[in-house]
């Protein structure tokens, strides 16, 4: 008599997952307390250099995209036997809403913002203005070469609206 989880000669193996999710307030001030989360999530296990900067580009990322008086974090660790994985969302974003319902995300900050000033008509001296910035630092925003401090961040996504990024863009 075969079991229930065989088919073909094929076995199935159930394999305990714990899931520890956590909301965090979308704030640089929030950023230690995410790390400790990590850290008590990962137990004794060292993250490699590249898995440390991977780990803190995700959070940067969904911090600037739920950067806001009232946006939030969502931080889920999936623990396996020898193995944890996270995921970071801002969670305002749904990812199980319709692919219609959402906005198309930019390839990077830069370009986000230069649609955003091209879709206004509005030149980079005047939006330099009204975010209080020198034009300087948004020719470097603009060009790629920095990208601005979660306070200015602020000011932009309440000038331009929610900044939108394509998963797997770095912010450095």
């Given at each position: 008599?075969?079991?229930?989880?065989?088919?073909?000669?094929?076995?199935?193996?159930?394999?305990?997952?714990?899931?520890?999710?956590k909301?965090?307030?979308?704030?640089?001030?929030?950023?230690?307390?995410?790390?400790?989360?990590?850290?008590h999530?990962?137990?004794?296990?060292?993250?490699?250099?590249?898995?440390?900067?991977?780990?803190?580009?995700?959070?940067?990322?969904?911090?600037l995209?739920?950067?806001?008086?009232?946006?939030?974090?969502?931080?889920?660790?999936?623990?396996?036997?020898?193995?944890?994985?996270?995921?970071?969302?801002?969670?305002?974003?749904?990812?199980?809403?319709?692919?219609?319902?959402?906005?198309?995300?930019?390839?990077?900050?830069?370009?986000?913002?230069?649609?955003?000033?091209?879709?206004?008509?509005?030149?980079?001296?005047?939006?330099?203005?009204?975010?209080?910035?020198?034009?300087?630092?948004?020719?470097?925003?603009?060009?790629?070469?920095?990208?601005?401090?979660?306070?200015?961040?602020?000011?932009i996504?309440?000038?331009?609206?929610?900044?939108?990024?394509?998963?797997?863009?770095?912010?450095?």
């Open positions: 008599m075969e079991s229930a989880g065989r088919s073909q000669g094929k076995s199935i193996e159930v394999v305990a997952v714990e899931i520890v999710t909301i965090f307030p979308a704030r640089p001030s929030a950023v230690p307390r995410i790390r400790e989360f990590v850290q999530c990962l137990g004794d296990a060292p993250l490699a250099d590249a898995e440390d900067r991977e780990i803190g580009n995700t959070i940067l990322r969904a911090l995209t739920a950067a806001g008086p009232s946006g939030v974090l969502e931080v889920s660790c999936r623990k396996y036997p020898g193995r944890v994985e996270f995921d970071v969302l801002p969670s305002h974003v749904r990812p199980d809403a319709p692919a219609a319902a959402r906005p198309e995300p930019a390839a990077s900050f830069a370009d986000w913002l230069a649609e955003a000033l091209r879709s206004r008509g509005i030149s980079k001296e005047t939006a330099a203005e009204q975010l209080d910035v020198s034009a300087k630092t948004l020719t470097r925003w603009l060009g790629g070469q920095t990208e601005p401090r979660l306070r200015d961040l602020r000011r996504e309440d000038r331009f609206g929610d900044v939108r990024l394509r998963r797997g863009t770095e912010v450095s």
